[in-house]
């Protein structure tokens, strides 16, 4: 079971982010007593957590990624929403509406937004109306309907699934949505060995007991610490010329302007920095360096940057474009 200790038993930031590395290995632990294999999925995920950014997995159906987020709310001891993405779904279905109650007055019902961590399971299966409902949700942290302002639950975190747009029946997220994710991290198949795991513990009866391992107090405390490490100029330097190169428009980016229409914002610059200081952190330091920056790059602008004919004539991916970028910068 889990112990609820505050994070103010930690006698200073260092004390406590080395706690953190030590509830990290745990939560890895107990992830992993359900998901075979998929480490770098799941430590994105938990980046994401921590910095307090929500993530878009991609990958086609049968690679865990519901499963994967079920897991991790579990483990985490927060309050868990899930939302079947359809195309008949409605923003009210979202977010919730207002009803007339016995007393003939209007009353908010919530809906399944207002949770802790919301997964918005298949979400390019819903037309862009829909996918919309969720911009005010993951950017101001609350929802208005009928002109009244609903704040959500802290931490809140969304956790999309997508599947690859190249299939029947999907709709494609708008560029301002897709900003909106701080990773967009991408699920492979699992090796022969992983998935002779895989089929071997779930074709029997077990049931794996995940215990909590963080509460939602401390997962805010954590956030606030890892906003306060220190970070050089010369790591923001590299992170904001990494994004600057991905720009086609500007002089001298001869890659990005021969295989790329666009580029990567400010924030994408933002995530990079709050990314390379979590991805720090759950490894054991306490200030990031261009290593950390490297580390989560390419799940940071992968859905920034849009290919243009050329790249997609060559077959060019737009990881290949992002890793190039990161060794010439």
């Not at 430590?43 to 990624?65: D, M, N, Q, R, Y």
């Not at 101001?140 to 956790?159: I, M, N, Q």
Request: with cysteine; proline share 5%; charged share 20%.
């Amino acid at each position: 079971m889990y112990n609820n200790n505050s994070i103010e038993q930690y006698s200073s930031d260092s004390a406590a982010l080395d706690a953190l590395v030590e509830k990290y290995r745990r939560l890895k632990v107990e992830i992993g007593k359900v998901i075979i294999g998929q480490d770098k999925a799941v430590e994105s995920l938990l980046i994401g957590i921590f910095t307090g950014g929500h993530c878009l997995l991609v990958g086609v159906p049968g690679l865990a990624k519901t499963l994967m987020v079920n897991t991790l709310s579990k483990a985490l001891g927060l309050n868990f929403s899930r939302i079947q993405f359809t195309p008949d779904l409605m923003p009210s279905d979202i977010t919730g509406t207002e009803i007339l109650d016995e007393n003939r007055r209007f009353k908010f019902v919530k809906g399944p937004v207002f949770a802790n961590i919301l997964l918005a399971d298949e979400i390019n299966r819903t037309p862009p109306k829909t996918q919309a409902a969720l911009l005010e949700a993951m950017q101001e942290k609350s929802v208005t309907v009928s002109g009244h302002s609903y704040p959500l639950d802290a931490p809140f975190f969304v956790l999309a699934t997508q599947n690859p747009i190249e299939q029947e029946g999907t709709y494609p997220l708008p560029e301002a949505q897709l900003d909106r994710f701080m990773l967009n991290i991408k699920l492979d198949y699992p090796s022969f060995d992983e998935e002779m795991d895989i089929v071997k513990q779930t074709t029997i009866d077990k049931d794996n007991e995940v215990n909590v391992i963080l509460s939602a107090e401390e997962i805010i405390a954590f956030q606030t610490i890892i906003r306060k490490m220190p970070v050089t100029d010369n790591v923001v330097s590299y992170a904001v010329r990494l994004v600057t190169a991905t720009r086609p428009d500007v002089e001298g980016n001869g890659l990005a302007h021969k295989y790329l229409s666009w580029g990567a914002g400010p924030r994408a610059s933002q995530y990079l920095i709050m990314g390379a200081k979590t991805h720090a952190a759950i490894s054991g330091k306490y200030s990031p360096d261009i290593e950390d920056v490297k580390a989560v790059a390419v799940e940071v602008l992968r859905h920034r940057v849009v290919r243009n004919y050329y790249a997609e004539a060559e077959g060019i991916s737009a990881d290949a474009v992002i890793s190039d970028l990161i060794q010439s910068v």
